[in-house]
Antibody, heavy 123, light 107 residues
Framework: EVQLVESGGGLVQPGGSLRLSCAAS????????MDWFRQAPGKGLEWVGR??????????EYAASVKGRFTISRDDSKNSLYLQMNSLSTEDTAMYYC??????????????WGQGTLVTVSS | DIQLTQSPSFLSASVGDRVTITCRAS??????LAWYQQKPGKAPNLLIY???TLQSGVPSRFSGSGSGTEFTLTISSLQPEDFATYYC?????????FGGGTKVEIK
């Protein structure tokens, strides 16, 4: 059974840093692209960024709102995905989700999502 | 960036009703569109991908159609467990973007 479990959220002061983790099980992480998404309280969904799979050299993409502040990495040997968040502002307060991305010819979609981890940026 | 405009943003309906949600893209995205259902306090759940392909395990009362810039999600007969918020997402180009959501509530 595919499972994604996020951890590492919590309360952090503006300007601070936080590292989120996403533990994957039930599939081989190295074969998949993985995304981070977020959802501010009472708001819609926002894509944060992506790491491609081993075959595509683990390259990354980021939303403009986080580029230069957030870094996505992964350790396939530990079946884990990470989101390093620096220079946090109150606008980064959100539930953060990791999700597996399927890319097969013309088929593209996020099929499994974790339950999320809440990040609150406040003084 | 590709903007996705969902309508309506709020919908009040009764059990058994046929419900249609529209998603319009600011530029053509072929069929690179997915639909998600989200219930309060839960992660999004994939319903439809490639605009019209039903995800495994999703009831057949859900269907999707469209290509290019206009897409629809239809629930043929609304069930109590379908009251939720629905989002469209384009996966044609970066940044990936979502519609603003449609909240479906009980009439």
């Amino acid at each position: 059974e595919v499972q994604l479990v996020e951890s590492g959220g919590g309360l952090v002061q503006p300007g601070g840093s936080l590292r989120l983790s996403c533990a994957a099980s039930g599939f081989t992480l190295s074969g998949y692209y993985m995304d981070w998404f977020r959802q501010a309280p009472g708001k819609g969904l926002e894509w944060v960024g992506r790491t491609r799979n081993k075959a595509n050299s683990y390259t990354t993409e980021y939303a403009a709102s986080v580029k230069g502040r957030f870094t996505i990495s992964r350790d396939d040997s530990k079946n884990s995905l990470y989101l390093q968040m620096n220079s946090l502002s109150t606008e980064d307060t959100a539930m953060y989700y990791c999700a597996r991305y399927i890319l097969v010819t013309s088929l593209r979609y996020s099929d499994y999502w974790g339950q999320g981890t809440l990040v609150t940026v406040s003084s | 960036d590709i903007q996705l405009t969902q309508s309506p943003s709020f919908l009040s309906a009764s059990v058994g009703d046929r419900v249609t949600i529209t998603c319009r893209a600011s530029q053509g995205i072929s069929s690179y569109l997915a639909w998600y259902q989200q219930k309060p306090g839960k992660a999004p759940n994939l319903l439809i991908y490639a605009a019209s392909t039903l995800q495994s395990g999703v009831p057949s009362r859900f269907s999707g159609s469209g290509s290019g810039t206009e897409f629809t999600l239809t629930i043929s007969s609304l069930q109590p467990e379908d009251f939720a918020t629905y989002y469209c997402q384009q996966v044609n180009s970066y940044p990936l973007t979502f519609g603003g959501g449609t909240k479906v509530e009980i009439k």
